[in-house]
């Protein structure tokens, strides 16, 4: 079994930037990407990140590219999410998830949950 915990949200105002950490722990050895997904009220579960064991990382959509940043320390198996110049609509539960499928972005993909992080971003 693999354990996801995330922590960094917070309240920010706009333009203002965060970064979010998540460690898993456990049986890690056939986990081969760790993302970052958001959730906004109302709103579906989209993909914001991810980034493979080699290192590749992968972003999408194209809202949050240029200003998210997916980092890793693997000697720590933790992922870190870089959030600059947010804007109210980056506001959202983050979760971060572990999946043993190598640069999956499919919610589907991912096996193991983080309980989330709210990020609100004030205008």
């Known amino acids: 079994q693999v354990q996801v915990v995330e922590s960094g949200g917070g309240l920010v105002q706009a333009g203002g930037s965060l970064r979010l950490s998540c460690t898993a722990s456990?049986?890690?050895?056939?986990?081969?990407?760790m993302a970052w997904f958001r959730q906004a009220p109302g709103k579906e579960r989209e993909f914001v990140a991810a980034?493979?064991?080699?290192?590749?990382?992968?972003y999408y959509p194209d809202s949050v590219k240029g200003r998210f940043t997916i980092s890793r320390d693997n000697a720590k198996n933790t992922v870190f999410l870089q959030m600059n110049s947010l804007k109210p609509e980056d506001t959202a539960t983050y979760y971060c998830?572990?999946?043993?499928?190598?640069?999956?972005?499919?919610?589907?993909?991912?096996?193991?949950w983080g309980q989330g992080t709210h990020v609100t971003v004030s205008s």
């Open positions: 998830a572990a999946s043993t499928y190598f640069g999956r972005t499919m919610i589907s993909d991912y096996s193991y």
């Open positions: 456990g049986r890690t050895f056939n986990i081969y990407t």
């Open positions: 980034v493979t064991t080699s290192g590749s990382s992968l």
